[in-house]
């Protein structure tokens, strides 16, 4: 008989701690709402590329004498980058001066001297031509006589004439003279071709050319990427940037001159500033994707010397932030029929589901802009409703969300 009073007992105790914990309802996961900062951060994979990376070439035709730089190597704007064999340049350079120096020094003189005797030569022969016309008419001399000092008068005319032209073909900046001096300048900015100078200041990226190589104006010699100091926001002009290619559902916070944060493969501990300085105007449609390029911030060289073209960087574009704004996450989201989203609030035990308007959110927090206070505590959905009883189980908030 005890033992069945004993039983009985039992589960009239039983019965009432279960009535309890249900009167209490269950233990959820719950947490205090705070200010705290939020920041929505698209995170892509980029490569690292050069604004400007001029390719070297040559003009001319020519057989490689001398290359003074490599790959890595710094250059300053004019440095020397190569030497062409000028041999054959040299030659059609002195060439034409000598010609220039025949021209006044032969030429010229022989010119004017042929001029004086031809007009010495008309004064005779027209005295001649004038004497014997005045015989003609005395009748002592024949008119063939006079017809044949004539013709040679006129043949002495065309004579000057060509002496003349001749002389000043040949004159000091004459047609000759102007021709020889544009030769001599084409020879000296064809031999200047033999050397060939770092048009900026830069770094050779790569070289394809070495000593007894032939080359021609089609081939690329040496690859320069152009460093030409900094711009007035800090940012290198035409130095390193890196080119990612981002997912076209994560365009639209997107924006110009957004703080971005680049992280090397090869150097996953170091972090280096970027600002993002170019958004691509199309979408490639057979990627989904959209370029954008993100300029490094050059404030340190060392940091800036960790990137080679071609390597391969992640790049953390911080396409919003927050400081301080109350902030949830978002695991603490319900959405209802209607596609409200809503929270459920802990108050004296009892949960409720508050619409909430939600703001800026990332991809495990949400700002709240409405529905909630701080100091309000919220629980995880799970099996409890709308006007339930619930115990909270208090979990710690990150302060640095993002």
């Given amino acids: 008989m005890r033992i069945i009073f004993g039983l009985v007992i039992a589960a009239l105790c039983t019965a009432v701690v279960f009535g309890v914990q249900q009167w209490r309802g269950p233990v959820l996961p719950g947490l205090t709402v705070e200010f705290m900062p939020l920041e929505l951060r698209i995170v892509a994979s980029g490569e690292v590329r050069y604004q400007s990376l001029a390719r070297i070439g ?114 000091v900046d004459g047609t000759e003279e102007q021709l020889l001096q544009q030769r001599i ?62 997912d076209e559902k994560n365009f639209a916070p997107l924006k110009l001159q957004q703080p971005v944060q680049l992280i090397a493969d090869a150097w996953p501990e170091q972090t280096v500033p970027g600002v993002v300085s170019f958004i691509a105007p199309a979408v490639d449609s057979s990627r989904g994707t959209i370029d954008v390029h993100i300029s490094v911030l050059a404030d340190d060289s060392k940091q800036r010397n960790i990137f080679l073209q071609g390597m391969t960087v992640s790049a953390n574009i911080i396409a919003a932030k927050r400081e301080r704004t109350l902030v949830l996450p978002n695991d603490y989201l319900l959405t209802n029929s209607a596609g409200q989203t809503q929270v459920l609030r802990w108050q004296d035990g009892t949960v409720s589901a508050l619409d909430v308007q939600l703001g800026l959110r990332n991809m495990t927090h949400s700002e709240i802009l409405s529905g909630l206070a701080e100091g309000d505590v919220v629980v995880q959905a799970g099996k409890v409703s709308d006007g339930q009883r619930a115990r909270v189980r208090f979990e710690q908030a990150q302060h640095v969300i993002r």
């Fill in 185 to 246: 300048v084409s020879a000296e900015a064809e031999l200047a071709k033999t050397r060939i100078y770092a048009p900026f200041a830069g770094r050779v990226q790569t070289r394809n050319v070495e000593p007894g190589d032939l080359v021609q104006p089609s081939k690329v010699l040496l690859e320069i990427a152009r460093s030409d100091g900094l711009d007035r926001d800090g940012v290198a002009s035409d130095g390193l940037e890196v080119v990612v290619a981002l």
């Fill in 58 to 171: 040559s003009e001319i035709t020519g057989t490689v004498l001398a290359r003074h730089v490599r790959e890595g190597d710094r250059v300053s704007k004019d440095d020397l980058l190569i030497e062409l064999n000028p041999d054959e340049l040299q030659a059609r350079l002195a060439q034409a001066k000598t010609l220039l120096q025949q021209l006044r020094e032969v030429s010229r003189p022989q010119a004017q001297a042929a001029l004086t005797e031809a007009r010495d030569n008309l004064r005779q022969v027209s005295r001649e031509a004038r004497r014997r016309e005045a015989l003609a008419v005395k009748g002592v001399i024949s008119a063939e006589q006079v017809e044949q000092a004539q013709r040679i008068e006129l043949n002495a005319k065309t004579a000057l004439a060509r002496a003349q032209l001749a002389a000043d073909s040949l004159a």
